[in-house]
Nanobody, 116 residues
């Protein structure tokens, strides 16, 4: 069984920064793709950023230039550095990990609240 545990969420003022982390544990040989998604109240879950084992990264237009996704393959962890946060970034952020196209897992989510 694979488990993903997120950490680093919290309350921050507009313009501030937070760093989210996600650690995978269990029977994992290697993770092909890590991803961060978020879901704001009353909205659908949306992609924030992904990174693959080959180093390809992808970002939602709304976070480009402000968020950076990075991974540590040796530790099976992924991080999301979030800078210049805006109130519209407020959401529950979820980590996801996939070892192939058929097997993926989700974390329990961590709350990020951006407010003055």
């Amino acid at each position: 069984q694979v488990q993903l545990v997120e950490s680093g969420g919290g309350l921050v003022q507009p313009g501030g920064s937070l760093r989210l982390s996600c650690a995978a544990s269990g029977s994992i040989l290697s993770i092909f793709r890590w991803g961060w998604y978020r879901q704001a109240p009353g909205k659908q879950r949306e992609l924030v950023a992904t990174t693959t084992s080959g180093g390809t990264t992808n970002y939602a237009d709304s976070v480009k230039g402000r968020f950076t996704i990075s991974r540590d393959n040796a530790k099976n962890t992924v991080s999301l550095q979030m800078n210049n946060l805006k109130p519209e970034d407020t959401a529950v952020y979820y980590c996801t990990a996939a070892v192939d196209s058929l097997r993926s897992w989700w974390g329990q989510g961590t709350q990020v609240t951006v407010t003055s």
